[in-house]
């Protein structure tokens, strides 16, 4: 009987503390003056349950007050965290599962100690600071100044290496068109349109009731809250859709993260699975980024490209398998060398027979007529040949044993 009244006592206590602890949370969030009524009050009481972002001593939160650029990056890792009733934090699980291995690596590790909170010796946001800049979130040298206010641009950036990190980059070319409705677009660099398009692709960022996203405007500490509630919970971003939305696929790319590709049509995108499935009829020596299939000799092959130094060394694969969704074409690339055909044409064939369907032996024929004149002479004059629908554009590259087939839908 005691066993069991001392059970009930601990239980009590704990939904007490727990009580409190929200009771605490939404007092302070209520009781500041110069929120009420505002247009982000809700997010700005949530948030502030969160302790994301703390009010003034005066009372007051000033909502429409820029916001730094070290108050942005505080508030973003702790957006990823889960806070307990006495104050303490812990990343969310979903958090530690879209990290990269690397990065997880680095917050096991390196960062196994990290509180959450501010320092006390020195500037306040350096622990932030070093975390986001270790995850990759932002460069060393972003800001000169992390006391600056920050502009909607940067905040763009940040998300872009932020989303990079923990989610995917959506496709570049259909972002932009899609962020070319802002009026003033064209008044940021290419660099931070692109920011701009994957923020507002991402459904993130909008713009505001003129049409304009705001470059060079500050983002207000009443925007920002609403940037990281949108970023911690999808359901919350404002939908956007693309032309050809329906042909999305999710690829890897060179660093190791994802980026969505948008493809022109079914075929492509079909080509694309077709593709996945041509390199693995290569066991284990091969290597997919984004819209390329590289192709290895063996192992130690794949091994020294995949880590190579210099960009030679990196592209000495044996033949490669490609997409070009922007301008519809695909491709075949082969390094003339003993034993290259041989390896690698099975692959070659798979994907090649899809898209050929009735004309592949055409295809064919032409391919290895080619690829031994080619290895006999060392020069092979640039031919197009129509076959079926597409038109397959052959060339030898300048060092004579590298030959390309262009493969283009007409």
Not at 52 to 69: E, H, I, M, N, Q
Request: hydrophobic share 40%; net charge neutral; glycine share 8%.
């Amino acid at each position: 009987m005691m066993r069991q009244l001392n059970k009930w006592i601990t239980i009590a206590a704990v939904c007490c503390v727990m009580t409190i602890g929200v009771g605490q949370a939404r007092t302070e969030a209520a009781s500041m003056t110069d929120v009420r009524g505002h247009w982000a009050e809700p997010t700005i009481t949530l948030m502030a349950q969160q302790g994301l972002l703390d009010g003034f001593p005066d009372g007051t939160f000033r909502p429409d007050d820029a916001v730094t650029a070290d108050q942005f990056v505080k508030i973003v890792l702790l957006a990823f965290t889960d806070k307990f009733p006495n104050g303490e934090r812990n990343w969310k699980p979903s958090f530690l599962q879209a990290l990269s291995a690397g990065n997880k690596s680095i917050l096991q590790q390196d960062y196994r100690d990290f509180n959450f909170k501010p320092s006390t010796v020195g500037y306040w946001a350096k622990p932030y600071l070093d975390l986001a800049s270790d995850l990759h979130f932002i460069s060393k040298g972003q800001f000169t100044d992390y006391k600056a206010k920050l502009k909607r641009e940067d905040v763009a950036e940040i998300l872009y290496y932020l989303l990079k990190e923990t989610e995917y980059l959506e496709d570049e070319v259909y972002s932009l068109k899609a962020a070319s409705q802002f009026g003033d677009l064209q008044s940021a660099t290419s660099r931070q349109q692109k920011f701009i398009g994957e923020a507002m692709t991402k459904g993130i960022m909008e713009g505001y009731p003129n049409g304009y996203f705001g470059v060079g405007r500050d983002v207000t500490r009443a925007e920002a809250l609403q940037i990281i509630a949108r970023l911690q919970t999808k359901s919350k971003r404002i939908s956007v859709k693309n032309e050809g939305e329906a042909f999305v696929k999710v690829v890897p790319t060179k660093d190791g993260s994802y980026k969505k590709l948008i493809f022109p049509d079914q075929r492509m995108l079909d080509a694309y699975g077709v593709m996945e499935d041509a390199g693995k009829l290569r066991g284990t020596n091969y290597d997919l980024e984004e819209t390329t299939l590289r192709l290895f000799r063996d192992a130690d092959a794949k091994a020294l490209a995949v880590n190579g130094a210099t960009a030679g060394v990196r592209n000495s694969n044996e033949a490669s398998l490609w997409l070009d969704p922007q301008f519809l074409t695909y491709g075949v690339t082969v390094r003339l060398e003993d034993g290259t055909l041989a390896r690698n044409m099975e692959s070659i064939r798979k994907f090649t027979d899809f898209l050929f369907g009735y004309d592949a032996d055409i295809f064919y024929r032409h391919f290895t007529d080619a690829c031994e004149r080619a290895a006999a002479k060392g020069v092979l004059e640039t031919t197009t040949k129509q076959i079926g629908s597409f038109s397959v554009e052959t060339r030898l590259e300048s060092d004579g044993k590298t030959i390309i087939f262009s493969i283009i839908h007409t």
